[in-house]
């Protein structure tokens, strides 16, 4: 059995009912394949592989917290330190009742490779909790940072560990974790990314997901001879990386025409009003039939009602922006079957391994998420550097930089598929861009 067979079994074995985990696990070790079969003596006898899908550190807590009734409630809490050859660990922290330890260390792994490719001295981490906001009082969400930050302060700094959002972690969020880090340490750094304005944030942090996105996209169809002005295009999720693609995508020329939450979507023929889509989203944090109610042009589809998605419209770039393995081989086949040019992942692992497969066959242009939405943590770092230099970037400065860094990924990735004979195969290139740098980093640091 070939060494890379070998470590997708032990990760199998050891990481029982984690099926996420084996999924990102299992599409890095596909493509990765042709570089250690080059020199799989030396990879095998480091043992390199089997440390590259081992956490370096697994933290697991419990987080109590009083809810407006008085009552006592409990969350499980995670932080998964994967690995930092190249930098301290960086990565969200996700809020949301799926979240488990599978998840987080799926979420981690796809990290380690998405932070190599930025460029930036950033190694990879998540964590989070099955800790839901929705609904929640300002208060109880207080409450309940406060308590996962009493326990999470240990573990993180400026130079070891900084977390940042993802999904159900936005702007309040940090800010709560933020207020209780500094309570707790005295130390008023950098150790959390996504922050306010008014206390160490970046300008142009909040949209850089969606922006970077957007800058990656428009980059790669132009080197496939597509002008991405004029093109419609499909988002889902309505969250901080939605609102920010659909935002570009006109600046761009493009016109979005479908966002979505986890109860509904909405399909706008003529072109998502950004502005009221932040209003409903940002603002009042409602859901998306109060959009449909104010948008005369817009349908509004219930997802408990209705067996279809927002990728049953036809479009030329789909964009899916909410969660993983939200877009399936069903899925992948309605938009092919509709002319789809290009997919590109604002989310982490939003399609399933079947359908970027079938998209791949189907010659659809197909950028992976470690790649496409890597701008957020990569204006992240510059965060970073702000506050290291304490000082802070224009918009346009910060912006810019974040261009460059996302063309810059997509010419390194689509330079190592062509280098290992896989021209085209972005998620190839992807795996292999972001693995070298890493392993590099791990062998010239020895055992460790
Ligand atoms: P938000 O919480 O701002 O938004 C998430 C969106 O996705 C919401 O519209 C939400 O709907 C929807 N969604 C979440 N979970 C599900 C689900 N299980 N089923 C259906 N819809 C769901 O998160 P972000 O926009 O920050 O994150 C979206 C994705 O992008 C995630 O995969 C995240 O890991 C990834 N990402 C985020 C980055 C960032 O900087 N924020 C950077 C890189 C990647 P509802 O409100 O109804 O739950
Ligand atoms: O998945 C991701 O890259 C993020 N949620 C952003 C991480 C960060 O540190 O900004």
New binding site residues.
């Given amino acids: 059995m070939s060494y890379v067979d070998e470590i997708y079994d032990r990760v199998v074995e050891q990481n029982p009912a984690q099926p996420e985990f084996h999924q990102a696990v299992k599409e890095v070790l596909e493509s990765l394949r042709v570089v250690i079969e080059k020199n799989e003596e030396e990879f095998k006898r480091d043992a390199l592989l089997e440390r590259l899908t081992t956490p370096e550190r697994q933290l697991l807590f419990r987080v109590p917290w009083v809810d407006d009734k008085g009552q006592v409630q409990v969350n499980n809490a995670y932080r998964v330190q994967f690995n930092s050859a190249i930098g301290p660990y960086k990565g969200?922290l996700?809020l949301?009742p799926?979240v488990n330890l599978g998840i987080i260390k799926f979420?981690g792994f796809e990290q380690v490779f998405k932070n190599s490719l930025t460029g930036l001295p950033i190694g990879g981490g998540k964590g989070g909790s099955d800790f839901d906001p929705?609904g929640k009082s300002d208060r109880e969400v207080m409450a309940f940072c406060q308590s996962f930050m009493s326990e999470l302060f240990k573990y993180i700094g400026a130079d070891t560990d900084v977390p940042?959002?993802?999904?159900?972690t936005?702007a309040r969020e940090i800010g709560f974790m933020y207020g209780q880090y500094k309570r707790l340490t005295g130390l008023y750094e950098g150790v959390l990314t996504?922050k306010g304005l008014s206390y160490g944030g970046s300008l142009a942090r909040t949209e850089?997901?969606g922006y970077g996105l957007l800058y990656m996209t428009e980059e790669m169809l132009k080197c496939n001879g597509v002008d991405i002005k004029g093109k419609t295009v499909a988002v889902s999720?309505?969250?901080?990386?939605?609102i920010y693609a659909i935002e570009k995508a006109i600046q761009l020329g493009a016109k979005p025409v479908t966002c979505?939450?986890?109860?509904g979507w909405v399909y706008d023929p003529e072109g998502i009003d950004v502005a009221l889509l932040k209003e409903v989203k940002e603002v009042n944090r409602a859901r998306l039939t109060e959009y449909a109610a104010k948008r005369k042009s817009a349908e509004y589809h219930d997802k408990a009602k209705e067996k279809n998605n927002q990728w049953i419209i036809k479009v030329d770039i789909a964009l899916p922006?909410?969660?993983?393995n939200?877009l399936n081989l069903d899925d992948a086949k309605a938009l092919v079957s509709n002319g789809v040019i290009a997919v590109c992942e604002?989310?982490?692992m939003?399609t399933t391994l079947e359908a970027t497969q079938y998209f791949q066959k189907n010659k659809v242009y197909f950028v992976p998420?470690k790649a496409a939405?890597a701008g957020?943590?990569a204006t992240s770092a510059l965060e970073m550097s702000q506050n290291s230099e304490r000082l802070s970037w224009t918009f346009e400065e910060v912006d810019s930089k974040l261009k460059n860094i996302m063309v810059n990924i997509f010419h390194n990735l689509d330079d190592a598929a062509k280098k290992y004979g896989m021209e085209g195969d972005y998620v190839a290139g992807a795996n292999i861009a972001g693995f070298l740098k890493v392993a590099d980093a791990m062998k010239a640091q020895g055992i460790v």
Wanted: glycine share 26%; with cysteine; proline share 3%.
């Fill in positions: 969200g996700r949301h799926s979420l929705k940042a959002g993802d999904i159900g936005g996504g850089a997901t999720g309505s969250g901080n990386v939605a979505s939450d986890s109860t922006c909410a969660t993983q939200e604002g989310a982490n939003p998420g939405n957020g943590v």
